[in-house]
T-cell receptor, first 109, second 116 residues
């Protein structure tokens, strides 16, 4: 069955550093992958979509890569800020949108 | 409205009762999803509606769960004979897929269900 894995442990990082979150998927081949941000008590908010032929996508301080051979996406936040603290969810898309378990990021001032 | 609206925002019920959760998607959005999120957990896919196609019900955990959507409007998620394990936040999301199923999802604030 399809499986999506994200770092289950929280990621703590110093303000100003680059945060890197990992999303691995198995047993299917999504042509698209989305990333979302979720704050406590709120619904997720869309951040980025990357297509299988794009390899890399950037938006302001965010960068996403998509390696269909490794079946992996990396999500980077450069010059991280305390306001970036949240849970980040990846969502590989194959017929429908399903989510990984999310990685909680804590940016320490 | 401007966003996805869900009601009730909070529901406390007794074990064995039926509950109905409602979702008003963004006008014009053809796709609608329901997810369940238990405390501290990720989003668990429940059901997906796309236009007038047959819904993808593959995520419904048991026959106590059902959902309906009329056209591209309101959806209701019904849980019959609730159990304590059904306690969670139920999130609804809608998108305008444009045929590629890649449209960003817009989420509601969720309905928090507590089964005593």
């Amino acid at each position: 069955s399809q499986k999506i894995e994200q770092n289950s442990e929280a990621l703590n990082i110093q303000e100003g550093k680059t945060a890197t979150l990992t999303c691995n998927y198995t047993n299917y081949s999504p042509a698209y992958l989305q990333w979302y941000r979720q704050d406590p008590g709120r619904g997720p908010v869309f951040l980025l979509l990357i297509r299988e032929n794009e390899k890399e996508k950037r938006k302001e301080r965010l960068k996403v890569t998509f390696d269909t051979t490794l079946k992996q996406s990396l999500f980077h936040i450069t010059a991280s800020q305390p306001a970036d603290s949240a849970t980040y969810l990846c969502a590989p898309i194959y017929q429908k949108v399903t989510f990984g378990t999310g990685t909680k990021l804590q940016v320490i001032p | 409205g401007a966003g996805v609206s869900q009601s009730p925002s909070n529901k406390v019920t007794e074990k064995g009762k039926d509950v109905e959760l409602r979702c008003d998607p963004i006008s014009g959005h053809t796709a609608l999803y329901w997810y369940r999120q238990r405390l501290g957990q990720g989003l668990e896919f429940l059901i997906y509606f796309q236009g007038n196609s047959a819904p993808d019900k593959s995520g419904l955990p048991s026959d106590r769960f059902s959902a309906e959507r009329t056209g591209e409007s309101v959806s209701t998620l019904t849980i019959q004979r609730t159990q304590q394990e059904d306690s969670a936040v139920y999130l609804c999301a809608s998108s305008f897929n444009g045929g590629a199923n890649t449209g960003e999802l817009f989420f509601g604030e969720g309905s928090r269900l507590t089964v005593l």
